[in-house]
């Protein structure tokens, strides 16, 4: 994309063989509190997307209407093919297998040591064998970075790697696509760093799309492809980090500011 697309403009044209994620006309509401209006999207396959908007304007929102968590009001959203409004529970649980998800405090079970932690998520959704199993632990912690951790607990992880062990569990079930919510919350700079860059090399070794919520801003210039500005309800604003940090539009400005 050579310049920013604002909301006023026509989106430039994608290769629709390769969309995982198509979002049109998507509306929700909670009581008269509009929430998302109109709001329009594409996630290409192996591709990185970070969406950006104020808190309360909606990103979590769009996150689980995505993932069939919450129903919209109206639109469209299919995901990998399928039609998230009108798919039965058992057809979400089939979806949400290729889907992966990074919260924003990690979510490990504290009674657990990482190698419990990683296999957990696998009880349910694979026929891979004991072998198979370890043998996927040691590659997806040596992916993170992490192999020396296999048998420690939570409690003895420090706050960046718990967010790689995190990231790790996500990836023993070789999601097509990750949702990462707020991935470098809490973090000292140079760890949030090093958790940006884990999720540029996560994408170029496992070929995943993503979807970044964050409103760090370094995190947006490493992980992103391209960017959106979820603002009053819509797609306000389109565009690589570098055509959307040189925009002179003053809701752009608000976030990118004099960000290098």
């Not at 998230?84 to 040591?113: C, K, N």
């Amino acid at each position: 994309m050579n310049e920013v697309t604002l909301s006023q403009a026509v989106s430039p044209p994608v290769d629709s063989s390769g969309v995982v994620i198509t979002v049109r006309h998507l509306q929700k509401s909670f009581g008269d509190h509009v929430v998302l209006r109109d709001f329009n999207f594409t996630l290409q396959a192996e591709e990185n997307l970070a969406v950006l908007g104020k808190s309360g304007s909606g990103k979590s929102v769009l996150i689980k209407c995505i993932v069939g968590l919450i129903p919209p009001d109206a639109g469209e959203i299919q995901v990998l093919g399928k039609n998230v409004p009108y798919l039965e529970h058992e057809e979400l649980d089939i979806l949400r297998r290729d889907l992966g998800f990074l919260f924003q405090w990690g979510a490990l079970y504290d009674s657990m040591t990482v190698r419990e932690n990683l296999i957990f998520p696998l009880r349910k959704h694979s026929d891979k064998t004991k072998q198979q199993i370890a043998q996927k632990v040691e590659e997806v912690l040596e992916s993170v970075g992490l192999p020396e951790a296999v048998d420690l607990m939570p409690s003895e992880l420090s706050g960046g790697m718990k967010k790689r062990i995190a990231l790790a569990r996500t990836l023993m079930l070789e999601p097509k696509i990750i949702f990462y919510d707020e991935p470098t919350t809490g973090l000292d700079p140079v760890t949030a760093k090093e958790i940006s860059e884990l999720i540029r090399e996560v994408q170029q070794q496992h070929q995943t799309a993503a979807i970044v919520i964050t409103h760090d801003m370094e995190c947006v210039k490493i992980t992103a492809d391209r960017v959106i500005l979820l603002s009053d309800g819509i797609n306000y604003a389109e565009g690589t980090y570098e055509t959307l940090r040189r925009s002179n539009d003053p809701t752009v400005k608000a976030f990118f500011g004099n960000n290098d």
